[in-house]
């Protein structure tokens, strides 16, 4: 029974995986990519120019670095046609964040659903769960980018990349809070 918990909290986390992206630090150039959840008719290789101009963006704002970009769409098509939730009177949102990191040769990007209810203003307030989830996905990327090598294959690094993905889950779900349980 406790198994089959386990097994249903790593596919609940697998399923707001979205995207990887492995990019070269300079020009962009998409070198490994691992989709989960991309819409059909997306080019996910923009993602390296997307990821370069936060990276852009940053250098004239501060030191240049980004590690956390979260999107935002309101479900329901214009202003006007946004649903409303009786209960919190809050528009019904999906988010998505984009977790980077880089090196001088790479910049990693991963893209993964949020839940709707975390409150980006007030950290305090956020389940536990989410902050847990978004501190395991911290530690994906960045392994990530220290074992990525052009030397490599990307077949061989996809085999990689998913023993430290379920190395990662499996440490997410046996983190214990107050009931011993993560719900995520």
């Known amino acids: 029974m406790m198994e089959r918990k386990k097994n249903k909290k790593a596919d609940e986390v697998r399923s707001k995986l979205r995207l990887l992206s492995i990019c070269d630090a300079e020009d962009g150039a998409v070198l490994f990519e691992k989709v989960w959840k991309w819409l059909k008719d997306r080019d996910s290789s923009i993602v390296g120019n997307l990821v370069r101009s936060f990276f852009q963006i940053a250098k004239q ?8 970009v979260v999107f935002e769409h309101e479900v329901g098509g214009s202003q006007t046609e946004v649903q409303f939730d009786s209960a919190t009177k809050t528009s019904s949102i999906q988010r998505m964040q984009m977790l980077c990191t880089r090196n001088d040769y790479v ?5 993964f659903d949020m839940d709707p209810k975390t409150n980006l203003e007030d950290h305090e307030s956020n389940p536990e769960n989410e902050e847990s989830i978004h501190n395991a996905m911290r530690q994906y990327v960045e392994q990530a980018r220290e074992l990525y090598s052009r030397r490599v294959s990307d077949a061989q690094f996809d085999r990689t990349l998913n023993v430290l ?3 990662t889950i499996r440490a997410l779900i046996t983190t214990t809070t107050e009931d011993n349980v993560l719900f995520i």
């Open 107 to 111: 910049v990693v990007s991963l893209f």
């Open 165 to 167: 993905l379920n190395r």
């Open 61 to 68: 704002l501060d030191h240049g670095m980004v590690s956390r």
